[in-house]
Structure formats: structure tokens, C-alpha cells
């Protein structure tokens, strides 16, 4: 069921917290894949209620991004939502949202948001922290899940939730992939057939570095050159970054000792794909 209003949500959600069920909750910007269903799939399996957000927020978009062309299609969402698990699709406007004059917003400091993707979208962690901050408050879930795909934004969140003290879990769950090794993405659809089937080398090249670390390699460089060696043997791969930091702190790292991020964005053209993966001694 499709749910606009804060009200209308308050109101279907009421009877289940009176009875002391349990509140799942799946943030999106929808056009839903495989990845989101996952999610989905593990909040129903882990709580009596799910609640799906399907909100492109505006405020973690910068003035040159891809807000508006960002693709959107809430009646398929909606089906492949319900399929998955979800009880309710909560699909505001952005007024429902960012009332006219409201002026908060959540940022969480430091190294944390600057590195990776911080760097070339430096109000993007902003938007991000703000917006999930809001639909924390908004639904008032026992649960939150999110998917490592994005695992600087995990990093992030997890920061959040430990500095604001908010009364929520963060279920961190695997990235999911096409057949070839692609990570799921909503932006995958903005592919050319020849930058889509170069896209797989994200993926490969994590995992060749991954080999090289699980053979006894702990240098951060020499692991990034092997990443982004393989990243550029594509025509069309340009590298935004290759990245290693300790995971989840992002903190810089020449060794590897127990955990880190390996992590990657390539532009394929305009669009901007990003991978990881962890690598952890065991
Ligand atoms: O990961 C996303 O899709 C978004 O960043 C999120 C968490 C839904 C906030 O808009």
C-alpha cells in the first residue's frame, strides 16, 4: 500500500506499535532491483512489519547531479515492494518532507564524509544523514537495513546513530549482483551496451586485489595499483577512485591488518559506478 502523508502513515502504523509488533525499515530513492529486495526479503524475515521509503531526496544531489533525470516508477515499485515483503511504501513529496522553512540538517564531521565519494560530492553525506535522520523519526523503526554496496554511507550512519544516540539497529547486508559480477544499481540503467559489459572490470579488479591480499599482500598501495591497473586496461573506465581505508572507521591505512575498505567509483561517461569490497584476515 502506497502511503504519502506522515499522518496517513501514523495512522495505518498505530495499531501494530500499540500491540508491541516490531518495525522493519527499508530507506530507497526506489526504482527498485534485486539489491532493495534483499533488503526487504530480510526485514520481513526478521520483523512482523516492513516499511519500504521511496523518496529521490533532493538534498544529497548537488546542483549539477542527477536529481531530476534520476529514474522513478512507483507502480512498479509498489508491485515489486509488496512482492518482496512490504506492508507499506512510504512515498512523500518533497514537501512532506522538507516543509517550507525547515533548515535542520544532520552532518556528521570529519575524514568520514571528506574521503571517497566525500571528495568529488562534498554535500552529498549531508543529504544523506539528514533525510535518513528525518524517516528515523518519521517511522520510528526497531530495525533499519542498508546494503554494504554503499558502504561509506554505512560508515556514515552507523557514526550517526552512535553520536545522536538513536534507538535503532542498522542491518548491514551483502551487496547484490548481476550474473557478470555488476554490483545492482539504479543508475546501471544509464549504460551504453559497450560501457555496460566494460562495467564488470569494478568487480574483477576488486577481486584480483582481494587474491593478491589473501596471498599475503598488506601494502594499501601496491593492492590500489592492481585495482586501478585493471580498472584502466577499459577504453571507456575513467577512475574517480581507488581507494583502501580501515573499515568502517576510513581512517588511512598503509598495512592491512585486520579489516579494510577497498573501494572503488569509475565513470562510464556520465555515469558514476561504485564498487567494494572488504578485505579481513582471518
Ligand atoms: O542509499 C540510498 O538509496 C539513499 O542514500 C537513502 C539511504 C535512501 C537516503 O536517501
Known amino acids: 500500500m502506497i502511503i504519502k502523508t506522515i499522518k496517513e502513515l501514523d495512522a495505518q502504523l498505530a495499531p501494530y506499535r500499540n500491540e508491541g509488533k516490531t518495525i522493519g525499515f527499508v530507506p530507497t530513492m526506489g526504482f527498485l532491483h534485486e539489491g532493495h529486495l534483499s533488503l526487504i526479503r530480510r526485514a520481513k524475515a526478521e520483523n512482523d512489519i516492513v516499511v519500504v521509503s521511496d523518496f529521490v531526496n533532493p538534498t544529497q544531489f548537488a546542483p549539477n547531479e542527477d536529481f531530476e533525470s534520476y529514474p522513478r516508477d512507483i ?14 511504501i512510504f512515498h512523500p513529496s518533497v514537501s512532506e518532507i522538507y516543509p517550507e522553512g525547515s533548515s535542520t540538517f544532520v552532518e556528521v564531521e570529519g575524514d568520514i564524509t571528506k574521503v571517497l565519494c ?18 528515523f523519526n518519521i517511522v520510528k523503526a526497531n530495525k533499519a537495513y542498508f546494503g554494504q554496496k554503499d558502504a561509506q ?17 542498522l542491518v548491514v547486508c551483502p551487496i547484490i549482483r548481476e550474473e557478470d559480477g555488476l554490483a545492482m544499481s539504479s543508475r546501471n540503467t544509464y549504460l551504453s551496451d559497450e560501457a555496460r559489459k566494460q562495467s564488470v572490470v569494478l568487480n574483477q579488479s576488486l577481486l584480483l586485489a582481494e587474491g593478491v591480499f589473501n596471498n599475503g599482500e598488506n601494502s594499501t598501495n601496491k593492492l590500489i595499483k592492481i585495482i586501478a591497473d585493471k580498472i584502466n586496461e577499459m577504453p571507456l573506465a575513467e577512475i574517480d577512485y581507488v581507494s583502501i581505508y580501515d573499515y568502517p572507521s576510513l581512517k588511512v591505512i598503509t598495512k592491512i591488518n585486520q579489516q579494510a575498505l577497498a573501494a572503488v567509483a569509475v565513470k562510464f561517461g556520465n555515469t558514476r559506478l561504485i564498487d567494494n569490497i572488504i578485505l579481513k584476515r582471518i
Request: aromatic share 4%.
Open 75 to 88: 507502480v512498479r515499485d509498489e508491485e515489486l515492494a509488496t512482492s518482496a515483503g512490504a506492508d507499506f
Open 118 to 135: 566525500g571528495e568529488s560530492r562534498p554535500s552529498h553525506f549531508k543529504g544523506v544523514t539528514t533525510v535518513v535522520a528525518i524517516l
Open 153 to 169: 554511507q554505512v560508515a556514515v550512519l552507523l557514526q550517526m546513530v552512535r553520536d545522536l544516540h538513536m534507538n535503532i539497529e
